[in-house]
């Protein structure tokens, strides 16, 4: 299945992408807000618990490397691949 201009399961896969965009470029912030979203509209489905990890994540602090911040952008990538052709 492809993306839907008007779907809002749509959207909500983009957020994902948005969010690993942001986090990459540094801004966790306004990462978090796009998988805020995402999670809202995509909670419900088993395969997406990497909202809960990364706020986990977040808490001891650990977003502050450029490192850990590419390997979880990289995490939410796999995960929007995952869930974009369902």
Do not use: C, P, T
Request: glycine residues 4%.
């Amino acid at each position: 299945m492809r993306l839907e201009k008007y779907s809002l399961y749509s959207d909500s896969v983009a957020n994902l992408y948005r969010a690993a965009f942001y986090l990459a470029r540094g801004s966790v912030k306004v990462s978090f807000e796009f998988l805020k979203r995402a999670q809202e509209k995509l909670g419900k489905n088993k395969s997406f618990e990497l909202g809960k990890i990364l706020v986990k994540v977040n808490k001891k602090k650990v977003l502050s490397e450029s490192r850990k911040r590419l390997y979880w952008a990289e995490k939410i990538l796999d995960e929007y691949h995952k869930l974009k052709y369902l």
